[in-house]
């Protein structure tokens, strides 16, 4: 979910803003690194912005009965690492709000640190420490994909509880609600998303996806 | 929608017009209603609205069925966050979730803001193409890197999307998509077999620009119209008479 154009008071959109700047901009420098040394990257980093575009606005189904969208939080970080999704996950989210008034340019700050900074770090470390710990491959994307999923609504949560407080019990009551609504809605979705997301990723390694130069070039080997 | 929302980019009447005459109209807008004090809101958002929509629908002739599309999915949202406001945990004594006092004065301010500065989001989005927004934001001082690396990515979206319906009617002629696991396996099965696909168009792309001797930046074509200094003279004095009128109307309380 994102938070919609203007929802946000103004100080909470800069701040928002602000606080995704400098994984922004260390994300735009480590692209910017790649293109430099290797400009025939700049194709495989557009397919895989379009592919993010795509998968985000494909319809999963949730065991509730309803449908929702992945983030694609947790597959774009196991396949690119997450300071080339921030970039990524901003452009798409910029694209999301010109293509289709799905999120908005207010909130734009807020969205990206929910959902292009928080969620892939939480993949990120999710994905690493399930690693470290000798979990299979199956069971830390299943993992990673949940908890970034999870994750970028708990974010999103917390910032409506910051900007919303709750007049009898504060920002933690206002989170405390929040949270209650989206919980029930999706954790589904987020056990759908992993699944899905172990899908694909089972079949990209059936496939040898992971040993594509390019995408070495981009992940750095998250897998 | 995507699709609906880039062919009214494209075929709207201010669709030859520069984007900054474009920009100054629904970000300026969008401006007005963000910086809005409390007591100024309602007018101001309620006046920036009316500008918005007369400009888009009136103007620009955005289809009205369009557009009324776009407005009804957020304003869904909108009101499952307003009952969300609308109602007031207390922890004090137990657990008690009540109607929260003075629950109108917490939930009109997000509304106004997000119906109005919806209208200029919708106005922008459906005026102005993607690519005249990512050429404009090159001119202004964004990088170069970034703006060619979305100009490409807005490209690809379009084959990437093309792609993926033709996949997903493949597999509903297949018998897929059947109950719940068959979905997630169907989606499975689109993104996995999407993903090596791109890959491979990411190669030839590159081969193509090799073979054309990329030198690291890539050129497209724009459109040529030059910006009008009397039509952004005229939006920004409707939107200044706008912003005067919410601040001398009378306060919200």
Redesign the interface.
């Known amino acids: 979910m994102h938070i919609m154009e203007g929802f946000l008071p103004v100080q909470h959109s800069i701040g928002w803003g602000l606080a995704s700047a400098p994984f922004l901009v260390h994300g735009a420098n480590r692209i910017r690194k790649i293109l430099r040394e290797q400009p025939e990257a700049r194709p495989m980093l557009a397919v895989s912005g379009a592919f993010l575009f795509v998968l985000s606005a494909l319809k999963l189904p949730s065991v509730t009965g309803s449908c929702s969208h992945p983030t694609g939080a947790g597959l774009g970080t196991v396949l690119f690492g997450p300071s080339v999704v921030a970039v990524l996950s901003a452009i798409v989210l910029l694209f999301q709000s010109l293509l289709l008034a799905h999120g908005g340019l207010t909130t734009l700050g807020a969205n990206i640190f929910s959902m292009g900074i928080a969620g892939p770090l939480i993949a990120y470390a999710v994905f690493k420490g399930a690693k470290a710990l000798g979990a299979g491959i199956g069971i830390g994307v299943f993992l990673a994909a949940f908890f970034a999923d999870l994750g970028t609504y708990v974010v999103t949560s917390l910032q409506l509880a910051l900007a919303f407080p709750d007049p009898a019990s504060g920002i933690a009551g206002a989170a405390t609600k929040f949270l209650g609504v989206f919980a029930i809605t999706q954790v589904p979705l987020a056990i759908t998303e992993a699944l899905l997301t172990v899908v694909v990723v089972n079949l990209l390694l059936q496939r040898g996806v992971n040993k594509d130069a390019s995408l070495q070039t981009l992940s750095r080997s998250a897998l | ?2 699709r609906a ?2 062919i009214a980019a494209r075929g709207n009447r201010w669709a030859g017009r520069h984007p900054a005459e474009k920009m100054v109209l629904y ?1 300026g807008g ?1 401006a007005i ?3 809005a004090p409390r007591a100024h809101l309602p007018a101001a958002g309620i006046g920036v609205g009316i500008v918005a929509v007369i400009a888009s629908l009136c103007l620009a002739r955005v289809p009205t069925r369009l557009y009324l599309g ?1 407005v009804a ?2 304003t869904g ?2 009101l ?2 307003v009952a ?2 609308a ?6 004594d137990g657990w008690r979730l009540a109607l ?3 629950a109108w004065a ?1 939930i009109w ?2 509304c106004v ?6 209208a200029c ?2 106005g ?2 459906t005026t102005t193409p ?1 690519s005249d ?1 990512l050429a404009f934001l090159g001119r202004v001082g964004v ?1 170069a ?2 703006t ?3 100009l ?6 379009w ?3 093309e792609i ?1 319906e033709r996949s997903i009617a493949a597999q509903r002629a297949r018998l897929g998509f059947g109950g ?1 696991r068959g ?3 169907s ?10 696909r ?2 491979a ?3 030839r ?2 081969l193509g ?2 073979a054309r001797n ?3 930046r ?1 050129a497209f074509l724009e459109s040529g119209a030059a910006a009008s200094p009397a039509r952004i003279a005229v939006t920004g004095l409707v939107l200044a008479a706008t912003a005067l009128a919410a601040a001398l109307l009378p306060v919200a309380p």
């Open positions: 929608m995507i929302i880039d970000l969008l209603v963000m910086a776009l999915v957020p949202f909108l499952t966050s969300t406001l109602v007031s945990l207390d922890w004090s929260a006092p003075d917490t301010p997000p803001r997000v119906l109005a500065t919806l989001l919708i922008l989005a993607v927004l990088p890197f970034l060619d690396l979305a490409m990515i807005y490209r690809q979206i084959v990437t999307a993926v719940y979905t997630l396996r989606l499975g099965i689109v993104a996995a077999t999407l993903f090596p791109l890959l168009r990411s190669h792309l590159e620009l090799a990329f030198g690291g890539l």
